[in-house]
């Protein structure tokens, strides 16, 4: 079945730099992209970018521009994600996600499935 | 503050129905597909919901969603304690993003 697997729990001081992995499984690789959301505590989703397994084309959320960078290792149906800079306010669960329905514009995306999480503790 | 407006909760007795509405505007909802998530407690995400009215393969018909204009509704029949979730849409936005609802609580009485 189609499956992704994120890295585990990190904890970071304000300032370090974070790379989550998202192992995928059960389908093509290349022919789906893989969007980043994340959630702080008890808040909800916020989109952070997406990535084409195929051709690694990028588009990242306004707001985390400069900081974040997303990448693929097609050789082991890898992407990963790496926030820079971090500050309290990134404390959340990070979730990779694949898009429903492959190469499709980016108005008709939809994600599924997710992986189960990592979360990114900033603390001093 | 979220671009996508959702009530904070809703909440109905089992087996009965409930609509969850998400407002947005022309530059979201009103020009583009609307996407449901149903967010089970400590868990991911999972999708309900994809091109404002369609169900992905397993998810029961007692889910459907709809849009009118610049806002979508997701409805719940028959519910089950199960059911109790937070529940996000989620759509594109002209600012080249992925935006989402600030997510509602669904509580079973």
């Known amino acids: 079945q189609v499956q992704l697997v994120q890295s585990g729990a990190e904890v970071k001081k304000p300032g370090a730099s974070v790379k989550v992995s998202c192992k995928a499984s059960g389908y093509t690789f290349t022919s789906y992209g893989i969007s980043w959301v994340r959630q702080a505590p008890g808040q909800g989703l916020e989109w952070m970018g997406w990535?084409?397994?195929?051709?690694?084309?990028?588009n990242y959320a306004q707001k985390l521009q400069g900081r974040v960078t997303m990448t693929t290792d097609t050789s082991t149906s890898t992407a990963y994600m790496e926030l820079r800079s971090l500050r309290s306010d990134d404390t959340a669960v990070y979730y990779c996600?694949?898009?429903?329905?492959?190469?499709?514009?980016?108005?008709?995306?939809?994600?599924?499935?997710w992986g189960q999480g990592t979360l990114v503790t900033v603390s001093s | 503050q979220s671009v996508l407006t959702q009530p904070p909760s809703v909440s109905a007795a089992p087996g009965q129905k409930v609509t969850i509405s998400c407002s947005g505007s022309?530059?979201?909802?009103?020009?583009?597909?609307v996407s449901w998530y149903q967010q089970l407690p400590g868990t991911a995400p999972k999708l309900l919901i994809y091109e404002n009215n369609k169900r992905p393969s397993g998810i029961p018909d007692r889910f459907s969603g709809s849009k009118s204009g610049t806002s979508a509704t997701l409805g719940i029949t028959g519910l089950q304690t199960g059911d109790e979730a937070d529940y996000y849409c989620g759509t594109w936005d002209s600012s080249l993003s992925e935006v989402f609802g600030g997510g509602t609580k669904l509580t079973v009485l």
């Open positions: 022309s530059s979201n909802i009103g020009n583009n597909y």
């Open positions: 990535i084409s397994a195929y051709n690694g084309n990028t």
């Open positions: 996600a694949r898009e429903l329905l492959g190469v499709v514009p980016a108005a008709m995306r939809s994600f599924d499935p």
